[in-house]
């Protein structure tokens, strides 16, 4: 039996002392560490303890190494001689530690701290241990069986407190272990690849972190120092993998990923607010009198806004990323048409502000200490907050959009000052959070709306939204705080100051990232944790493909809700999901990632889930994917403009349809797979005759952007839904308007006919989706219960179920088929809803 090598320790070998073992390098030359590691490097070596083992039989390689010209041949091989028995003995005490618990235990963990106290006490200052254990972080680079002795090693020797200032650590392979306080100044990690590594306190002034590939970092705190200046702004990418921040005339944009600065863009006057856009391919930036977006695709300028009277010092992106708030320091408020470059809206005595998560809604406070709520297309006041009595400095939205709150300098004569809570839909007081008698400089919600952030000073203060109870207190030792924020997936909290100092003649110019998920305990969950993006079926109904904003594909099993595969292989946001007629493949179209210019279709086998392989040649990302009837051919529609249509066998590009002049959000192949329909930003329809390429029909009427094109079953009619908030239905044979369905209260993301052709369903950024009949353009019912925009809306084959995606991060299945009505007192329902743990929630109505 094996048992024993499989068991938890070597009997023999693992019990042994590893203060003996490592004790036992005292008396190797410290200098033929770098050797050994430039060998292994030069000739790749990734079996390092047998190429050691067998150094008599390897000798050539060791040779030109002695560097001692001057000797006899005899004193050579003498030399030779003594250099491979070093040689050996090292092997001999790495053939201990690879068998030791020190290359298979974390020895970072609470559990071992006595044991690793009195190894350190042993080690003490001795210099050849000290230099050893840097070999085994070295050996990482290029043997994969001493990852966690490396690991280990690395972190002694933090915990020594061993000056590793500017040494070279290239290509080294940390995992599972604690580098708390470590100091890296001016060291160079490029190529390094950390993972499962708390970096707290970690100190990187000056390191070179090219190509690093570090994921799953534990950060109780991590600084990133802005370059000597005060740091005025800072924002996360929607996605989390980047981050931005500004101080005096520079712009920082850090990859988290990697641990790297991206780039740095240089302004000419001090940059005082940033912003991403929700599709993270925007950076907006306010310098002096002007906003500058930047596409940070290309990392060039892509408009420049001009407007304002005085210096602008605060931007912000609507959800739907089509407008965008500045105020300047006359706190004049505007708002800009991002697509057109154009303000549509001026208030003013405007600060702060802040948009409503569905970009309906903007709140800003007055000058009168007012909170007010308008409406951002009719400028309609829709409610006035009255509480505080001195300067607001903070105010923000609830991800649901139910709450606002709003923080500032109110400190009533013998209390506290206080973060006010509001109920947006009655307009009342909801709750007070109190703390001390110190103003209160910014207020977060975290992304699921359950905590709430204040900064307070040099501190932050979270509260349970909920109970109204103080969760945790956080010294965060900066000069004051005036910028707080959570990350998009609500792991990290980061805080940073652009205040002078009272006592000390600099400024801090300290960004901190805080693992707030370290605090509360982890909840793992199935599902998207992103937007779910589009949804659709297989043919046979048994299947459902969902794409997200969190990068990846999820294949369902609709009768059970369990989740089939976990597609993964975007580099960011899957836009488009599509199964081939017969069901055997999927394609998904997406976003690439900034730093990769590859804006790739993917084609997976559904029965593995595995990809098939890749169609490239858009030059911008992916929105919308389609197959034709015949299943030969996959058509795209991209931000680049163009459409292409492709050759599924041999994945070539067989056309290129050029037409519209902006992007190209849809594209739906007629039943028969003649005529391919395509929407586009540039508020135009077009139809081409998929052999020919040509344009046969544009279609227009929409007043903005067409979102979602889809041909009714019999081809005859073609239904759109768009910006302007209208669906429009359209004779294909003449290219004639037939009906405009109107309803919706925001923008048409998708459209829908059912397999009869009798009823077009369409999801909206208004949370609802809404059926309408077809023959008379009236709507027949309206369904209700996602909490975010519904992205996408897919009847079933049979049409017994519709399927719906949305920015809450759910997908839900609507029963159409037994028109039984769920009650509020169905308690049955609701009991077995409750203790559900399907990530696909199944809710059930009348379509009467």
């Known amino acids: 039996m094996n048992l024993r090598r499989i068991g938890s320790f070597d009997q023999e070998s693992r019990k042994q002392d590893l203060y003996e073992v490592l004790a036992s390098s005292k008396s190797i030359d410290v200098k033929i560490f770098q050797i050994i590691i430039e060998i292994l490097k030069k000739l790749q070596i990734s079996d390092s303890l047998n190429f050691l083992q067998q150094a008599k039989k390897n000798q050539n390689f060791w040779v030109n190494h002695l560097q001692d010209h001057n000797s006899s041949a005899q004193e050579k091989c003498e030399k030779l001689d ?3 028995n ?14 030791h618990e020190f290359n298979t235990r974390n020895y970072s963990t609470q559990d071992i701290v006595e044991k690793k106290q009195s190894l350190i006490e042993k080690i003490g200052r001795d210099e050849n241990i000290i230099e050893f254990l840097k070999y085994l972080v070295h050996l990482t680079s290029v043997d994969n069986k001493f990852i966690q002795s490396g690991s280990n090693s690395l972190h002694l020797l933090v915990e020594m407190k061993i000056d590793l200032k500017t040494h070279s650590f290239e290509n080294i392979k940390i995992r599972n272990t604690s580098l708390q306080g470590g100091n890296f100044a001016k060291c160079d990690l490029s190529g390094s690849e950390f993972d499962n590594v708390l970096i707290k306190g970690m ?29 005025n702004s800072f924002c996360y990418s929607p996605n989390g993998h980047y981050f931005a921040s500004s101080s005096n005339k520079s712009i920082i944009l850090w990859n988290l990923r990697r641990g790297n600065i991206r780039y740095v863009i240089e302004g000419e006057r001090e940059v005082m607010s940033l912003c991403y856009s929700p599709n993270c391919q925007i950076l907006g930036a306010c310098s002096g009198k002007f906003i500058y977006l930047w596409n940070l695709y290309t990392g060039k300028q892509k408009q420049k806004l001009t407007g304002h009277n005085s210096y602008v010092k605060a ?4 959800s739907d990323g089509l407008k965008l708030a500045s105020v300047d320091v006359d706190n004049t408020l505007y708002i800009w048409d991002v697509i057109k470059g154009k303000q549509i809206i001026q208030y003013d005595d405007c600060y702060p502000v802040c948009f409503s998560p569905d970009a309906a809604m903007i709140a800003f406070a007055g000058l009168n200490y007012n909170i007010y709520l308008l409406d951002v297309e009719t400028g309609e006041e829709k409610a006035i907050f009255k509480r505080h009595y001195t300067e607001i400095l903070s105010i923000c939205f609830s991800p649901d959009g139910t709450t606002l709150a709003s923080g500032g300098g109110d400190i009533k004569t013998g209390s506290c000052s206080r973060v006010y809570l509001w109920d947006l839909k009655t307009g009342q007081l909801k709750n007070e959070l109190c703390y001390m008698k110190c103003r209160f400089t910014s207020v977060c919600f975290s992304p699921d709306g359950t905590t709430l952030a204040a900064s307070v000073i040099n501190n932050i203060i ?5 109970t109204g109870e103080e969760e945790y207190f956080l010294q965060c030792y900066h000069k004051e705080i005036n910028l707080i924020c959570f990350s998009s997936d609500g792991r990290m909290l980061v805080s940073g100051s652009g205040q002078y100092d009272d006592f000390i003649s600099n400024r801090d110019s300290m960004i901190r990232f805080w693992d707030f998920k370290s605090l509360k305990q982890e909840v793992n969950s199935v599902g998207h944790k992103g937007n779910v993006k589009q949804v659709c079926f297989s043919p046979d109904g048994t299947t459902l493909a969902s794409g997200s904003s969190d990068n990846s594909i999820h294949l369902w099993d609709v009768k059970t809700g369990q989740q089939m595969f976990k597609l993964e292989g975007h580099g960011q946001c899957v836009n488009s999901v599509c199964f081939s007629p017969d069901g055997i493949t999927l394609a998904s179209g997406g976003e690439s990632t900034y730093d990769s210019k590859e804006n ?24 919308s994917v389609c197959f034709s009837p015949d299943g030969t051919t996959l058509a795209s529609g991209s931000y680049d403009n163009s459409i292409r249509l492709w050759d599924v066998k041999t994945g070539q ?17 007629s039943p028969v797979g003649t005529t391919l329909a395509s929407g586009s930003y540039d508020n135009s329809i077009r139809l081409w005759d998929v052999k020919t390429g040509q344009q046969m029909f544009k279609l227009e009427g929409h007043e903005n952007g067409v979102n979602s094109v889809c041909f009714s079953p019999d081809g005859t009619t073609l239904a759109s839904g768009g910006f302007d908030s209208s669906i429009r239905l359209w004779d294909v044979k003449t290219g004639q308007q037939m009906f405009k369905l109107e309803g919706h209260e925001r923008y048409v993301n998708s459209v829908c006919f059912s397999p009869d052709g009798t009823t077009l369903a369409s999801g909206s950024y208004d949370n609802s989706i809404r059926l309408w009949d077809v023959n008379s353009g009236q709507q027949m019912f309206k369904l209700e219960g996602h909490e975010h925009c519904v992205n996408s809306v897919c009847f079933s084959s049979d049409g017994t179920t519709l399927a719906s995606g949305s920015g809450d991060h759910s997908i839900r299945l609507w029963d159409v088929k037994t028109k039984q009505h769920i009650t ?25």
Not at 828 to 844: D, E, G, Q, V, W
């Open 82 to 84: 003594q250099l491979i």
């Open 86 to 99: 070093e040689i050996k003995q090292i092997a001999q005490i790495m053939k201990q530690i690879h068998d």
């Open 203 to 231: 100190n990187l002034n000056g390191s070179k972190l090219f190509n690093c590939k570090w994921i799953n970092l534990r950060m109780d705190v991590i600084q990133l120092n802005s370059r000597g200046d005060y740091v």
């Open 315 to 318: 931007v912000s992106f609507s």
């Open 462 to 466: 979270v509260w349970n939204v909920e």
């Open 600 to 623: 790739y279709i993917c084609i997976w086998d559904v029965k593995t889930g595995q990809q098939m392989f890749k169609l490239e040649g858009h030059e911008r990302y992916v929105n």
């Open 653 to 669: 590009q067989k056309v290129k349809l050029d037409g519209h002049s902006e992007a190209v959000i849809s594209v739906n192949f």
């Open 824 to 848: 509020d007192s169905d308690k049955t329902y609701k009991k077995h809803l409750a203790k559900s743990t399907l990530p696909i929630k199944i809710y059930i109505t009348i379509f009467d």
